[in-house]
């Protein structure tokens, strides 16, 4: 995540635009000091580049303190075990606190703070920073329990945990789910380059972008829904998740299909993303990610196809044998040789073992590997946690941590994984499966 500078790059509309009145906003990213005029223009990522739990816990010293109690290794929560709100005493009832950390969309009000500044972009966003605090506090009490109240050994322990639980998820579950396989794990590499690569952030990853749906579906533990959230509705809005709380949420995403990774976005983020108002216009996320590929200087979809697969496109058939596709990126660029990265790689047919096309498979294989690899406290490779530990976070699943800080007892065990309602009917009567023991943390404690 980059940060936005003074300098204005705003997407013109062609003669046919429907919707947009005027010229979609742009901001450029701000150049790195000493890039951009002898030298290739660079930024500089706002977060930390390593899967470390800096989304929970923030990625520079005021905003982890800010989310801290200092009491017992705790961060702060709102009612209803809530994110705390940027108020003085955490509370949406309380007065704004002027030494919160900036949250986007704060210029609104009273917002939930995290440990990345994006948390309250959607319901489901907050639900999931919700559940990473909720565990790292369970983590607490249950040293507390042991008898451990340091406040810093059982805040650093704790995170330590968490961030592993996160690249656990990750590696073990979510790449996965992609068809996405690394190779076995060997190690730390120090002679790896972990930075987030230009094709990973302002391409690669934005296949997000792509899966989102129109509206969030509430399930209860039941397997019943109890009412939507329109995605439109619930930009920045903090107000569903306060009322209703979590569970509802999580068992919803856990039960819906994603979108398709292909070329099609929904209408939420192509007209009205981050609108002031439901039914306004707000602003294109496509749009956005073309303009901020040209922002960053990425080269063509070809020229990246072959730096990271060994192989270039020809026709306009070798990237899809989608003739409607084709004919469309035809009508779009001059050549195979002029594609934008982000369109490319989403316009390919996809391997037939994976969710994204061979451009998008080297590009995000080749970014968490370097990320595992190259990370010297991977929890693999982490001095702390012994062989008892390792197997506890490869069995210990996304939906493990929903049922440990949630009411939620019926959630799958792969909340990744897309359930048919009689497939769910029939493992609705099956016994839970248990994860393994959490090891000692008696050893660690003690360090």
Known sequence: MTEEGDERANILLPNNEPLFRTPISFSRSKPRSGTGVNSPREQTNKITAWIDGSVVYGSDMNRANW??????????????????????????????????????????????????????EQPTLMALHTLFVREHNRICDNFVRLGYTNDENNYQLARKIVAAHIQAIT????????????????????????????????????????????????????NRTTGTISLVQGFFNTDFVKNRGIDQILMGMSRDRQQEIDLLVINDLRNFLF????????????SINIQRGRDHGLADYNTVRKTFTGSRVNTWSDITKNRTVQDKLRQLYPSVNDIDLWVGALAEDKLSWASVGITHYA????????????????????????????????????????????GLSNIGWDVFLYLSTTTLERMICLPTKKPKTEPSTTSILKQ
């Not at 961060?75 to 075990?81: D, F, I, R, T, Y």
């Not at 007065?95 to 609104?108: E, F, L, T």
């Not at 609108?275 to 602003?283: E, K, L, R, V």
């Open 67 to 120: 989310l801290r109690t200092f009491r017992n290794g705790k961060l702060k929560v709102s009612s209803g075990n809530l994110l705390p709100f940027n108020t003085v005493n955490g509370q949406q009832s309380g007065a704004v606190d002027p030494n919160a950390p900036h949250m986007a969309g704060d210029n609104r009000g009273k917002v939930f703070v995290a440990g990345d500044e994006r948390a309250n």
């Open 363 to 406: 590009i995000l294989w080749t970014q968490f590997t370097i990320l595992r690899d190259g990370d010297r406290f991977y929890f693999e490779n982490d001095p702390l946690f012994d062989e008892d530990w390792h197997d506890y976070f490869f069995e210990t699943t996304l939906g493990d941590l929903i049922r440990f800080n949630t």
């Open 171 to 222: 590696f073990e579950e979510f790449l996965p789910a992609l068809g996405i396989e690394l190779d076995y794990y060997e190690g730390c590499n120090q002679n790896l380059n972990p930075n987030t690569l230009h094709e990973f952030a302002s391409a690669g990853f934005r296949i997000g972008h792509t899966m989102v749906n129109p509206a969030l579906r509430l399930v209860d533990n039941n």
């Open 275 to 286: 609108a002031s108002q439901p039914g306004s216009p707000g602003t294109d996320l496509v």
